[in-house]
């Protein structure tokens, strides 16, 4: 199911793109989207595993409520992916 | 430590209109707000990178955001404007604890007006834990404001006006959507729509316009039906959906399954109430309004003096009239600080009261649609994920449930549901609508789960610093 998330084109510009390594993968990401959004847009959709069934969990509420989309960026642990501005050269793990 | 005539949590329209009455006669304010800028959700701003190449497209809502905006602008020099501040403790003696940068501080205020907002009601059915199952909001702020579509084929399945938002807004980014469902019965209810539209010209407009946008993609608007599971492997791949009947109860042997990669659920908005229960509101119950929602005076005014609530963390109501009770609140504390000659502003008073009512005639109507029947939490399974931060299932909390008497605190308490980093944010809504199901009483009072500070997840390096300034 990977890679079915896009960019909409329509209607908007974006500014500078740079680079980000999530799980020691580099992806691209756009000025001011969040980490949630660059992982999604390169078809990564898992952000953590639940902690006891551990099963794959991604974003849900998408505005900072539920807590699923808590990933590691720079060693720092449950940082929100989907409110989380990316950053050039950001280290996320999920 | 900071004071404040009046301090306002939340930026969305109830904050900011409320800012900006307020300041607009004299008071200084300050506000503390999550977000990086002004606008809460529904009026939330472009992240610096992206630029707009056609702001007409934006819509309505986007159009009143710019005129708030203004306004705002305009009463800036009495502001003070606290970003990425979270409020995680209100405390006796007029005081709010919030971490910023890293820091907890506190600020004294003399009124307090909460704006807290709302979410998307979580509603538990097997595989609503894959990934590509998500909120219509947050749906809606991936495209809107990340400008990033979630997916090729898209199922909306819920209830309500912001469905028919969302799907306008995911058409116009180029989606594909497979269908949406309304759970509700609307086809029964057009004369009363109709009635509450009376009046309310601006709904009306832009309810027609998202409706034919719909019907030209050709997208199915399936009434009285729900999605009964999401498949697949780390992903969504197929939506199993079923006709209800007029309790939302699924009518067996009618499942259908689409192959869909997306799913968004809007069910209508919960309250988020952690504000004005901490601060020991008095709050009553209704699923309608979104679960709790603080008692309030004319004037927004809770049963704790000198703390008013608007916007839909009262009850759920939308953008509209979340401007015009944040005005009603403004010009209330305004009064109350004594800056204001009383019959102008009797007058206006007068007339926004008036517009509330016109507004809440409609609202009642979409509710009559839109209010949880019990079919929609017979969903889950036993393997359900009822409680996401601590995976815990039906299964697990079913026998408790049934008991007689219990309360939503004493199954937190033997099965840590609700203890998580979401603070029972998600799993609390779903707990209180079961127990309320099986013929529970549910307390006026909000026993469901108790709130206590920090209500949000603030770091310990943020607490143990929290002395520092006071």
């Given amino acids: 199911m990977a890679g079915n998330a896009h960019r909409i084109e329509k209607g908007v510009s974006r500014g500078n793109h740079f680079e980000i390594i999530v799980d020691g993968r580099r992806i691209t990401a756009y000025e001011g989207e969040t980490i949630g959004t660059a992982m999604m847009a390169a078809g990564l959709y898992i952000l953590r595993t639940s902690t006891e069934k551990k099963e794959p969990r991604g974003i849900f509420c998408g505005i900072g409520v539920c807590q699923e989309c808590r990933v590691t960026v720079n060693g720092i642990p449950n940082i929100q992916a989907c409110k989380t501005l990316a950053t050039p050269e950001c280290c996320v793990e999920s | ?470």
């Fill in chain 2, 1 to 470: 430590m900071e004071k404040a005539e009046l301090a306002i949590i939340g930026g969305g329209p109830g904050g900011i209109s409320a800012a900006v009455e307020a300041a607009g006669s004299g008071v200084n304010v300050t506000i503390l707000d999550e977000n990086a800028r002004i606008g809460g959700q529904i009026f939330r701003q472009l992240e610096k990178g992206f630029t707009l190449t056609n702001p007409e497209a934006m819509g309505r809502d986007y159009q009143k955001s710019v005129d708030l905006f203004r306004q705002f602008k305009k009463v800036a020099s009495r502001i003070n404007y606290l970003n990425h501040a979270t409020v995680w403790g209100i405390f006796d003696d007029h005081r709010i604890a919030y971490g910023r940068n890293g820091k907890s501080k506190t600020i004294e205020y003399k009124n307090l007006v909460i704006a807290s907002g709302a979410y998307d009601r979580p509603v538990p059915f097997p595989g609503w834990t894959l990934p590509g199952v998500l909120t219509a909001g947050g749906a809606q702020n991936l495209v809107k404001n990340q400008r990033i579509l979630p997916g090729k084929k898209i199922l909306l399945a819920g209830t309500g006006p912001l469905q028919l938002v969302v799907a306008h807004q995911l058409i116009q980014a180029g989606a594909d959507i497979a269908a949406i469902l309304e759970v509700g019965d609307v086809k029964g209810m057009w004369l009363k729509l109709m009635q509450g539209m009376w009046g309310n010209w601006g709904y009306a407009g832009d309810g027609l316009r998202y409706v034919q946008t719909i019907h030209k993609a050709g997208v199915p608007i399936m009434q009285n039906h729900i999605i009964t599971r999401a498949n697949g492997n780390q992903h969504v791949e197929e939506a199993v959906i079923a006709r209800v009947d007029k309790d939302w109860r699924v009518i067996h042997g009618t499942q259908k399954s689409l192959k869909v990669d997306t799913v968004c659920l809007g069910y209508g908005l919960v309250t988020s109430t952690e504000l004005t229960r901490l601060a020991q509101c008095d709050h009553t119950y209704d699923s309608g309004l979104g679960g709790y929602v603080p008692v309030r005076s004319e004037t927004m005014e809770t049963s704790q003096k000198g703390i008013f609530a608007v916007g839909d963390g009262a009850g759920v109501a939308g953008s509209q009239v979340a401007l015009t009770e944040g005005q009603i609140a403004g010009i209330a504390v305004v009064q109350a600080l004594g800056r204001a000659s009383g019959a102008e502003q009797k007058k206006t008073l007068a007339g926004l009261q008036k517009k509330l009512a016109r507004h809440h005639r409609l609202r009642q109507v979409l509710d009559d649609i839109s209010r949880p029947r019990p079919g929609l939490y017979e969903l889950a399974e036993d393997e359900t994920i009822i409680c996401r931060c601590e995976d815990i299932t039906f299964k697990q909390i079913k026998p408790l449930i049934q008991k007689e008497g219990i309360k939503a605190k004493d199954i937190k308490r033997r099965t840590r549901v609700g203890m998580g980093s979401c603070g029972g944010r998600m799993c609390g809504p779903i707990l209180i609508e079961l127990l309320r199901n099986l013929g529970m009483q549910v307390s006026k009072q909000p026993d469901g789960l108790n709130v206590r500070p920090p209500v949000k997840p603030v770091s310990l390096g943020v607490l143990a610093g929290a002395g520092d300034n006071q």
